[in-house]
């Protein structure tokens, strides 16, 4: 098993551009999640899913769209980046408890 | 106030030494509770769950204590092998497993 994968490692973006993250999972989990992780803070949920066809908003959702067409795909899709968008993301999946398996991460920084 | 808060360390110890990190969280209908490890520039693993009856794990042990609402993790015997950040982590949810809110994390560097 391949785990949570991610890509890119890393993106250098101009303010402004779209991109989209890519997660794939290969451990058939229900739920997946995006988070980012900045200096000084805790990793925070920007959005979330319980399966395919439903996602959610975590606790800082804006500026990014999810969708979840597959149990095993779960991409983050950047609409038009800015720099307070600079940060590490990394997705993570879950079968039916909290404990969550980590992707690699993206380095994302936007200038 | 932030929902997990910890001492963000550094903490710098020889090998061998025993270390103690603590925890706070603000909501107390939290339901579960966990310690993540974290390498420098790699992706958060769990280290151990956090039973309201403590828990040990080799040289690592748990405790929670709800009525003051703050979670704690020993390390005995700490090896150079245990350099990295613990990210406490706390489920506030009863419904919804996928909200996890992190602490910043605790840095521990073992040094010979």
């Known amino acids: 098993n391949a785990g949570v994968t991610q890509t890119p490692k890393f993106q250098v973006l101009k303010t402004g551009q779209s991109m989209t993250l890519q997660c794939a999972q290969d451990?058939?989990?229900?739920?997946m999640s995006w988070y980012r992780q900045d200096p000084g803070m805790g990793l925070r949920l920007i959005h979330y899913s319980v399966g395919a066809g439903i996602t959610d908003q975590g606790e800082v959702p804006n500026g990014y769209n999810v969708s979840r067409s597959t149990t095993e795909d779960f991409p983050l899709r950047l609409l038009s980046a800015a720099p307070s968008q600079t940060s590490v993301y990394f997705c993570?999946?879950?079968?039916?408890?909290?404990?969550?398996?980590f992707g690699p991460g993206t380095r994302l920084t936007v200038t | 106030r932030k929902e997990v808060e910890q001492d963000p360390g550094p903490f710098n110890v020889p090998e061998g030494a025993t270390v103690a990190f603590n925890c706070t969280y603000s909501?107390?209908?939290?339901?579960?509770f966990f310690w993540y490890r974290q390498d420098c520039r790699k992706e958060p693993k769990l280290l151990m769950s956090v039973y309201s009856s403590g828990n040990e794990d080799g040289r690592f042990t748990a405790q929670l204590n709800r009525a003051s609402q703050y979670i704690s993790l020993l390390i005995r015997d700490s090896k150079l092998s245990d350099s990295a950040t613990y990210l406490c982590v706390v489920n506030p949810s009863f419904y919804n497993n996928n909200d996890m809110r992190f602490g910043a994390g605790t840095r521990l560097t073992v040094k010979p």
């Open positions: 451990m058939n989990h229900e739920y």
């Open positions: 993570a999946s879950s079968r039916d408890g909290p404990e969550q398996y």
């Open positions: 909501n107390s209908a939290s339901q579960s």
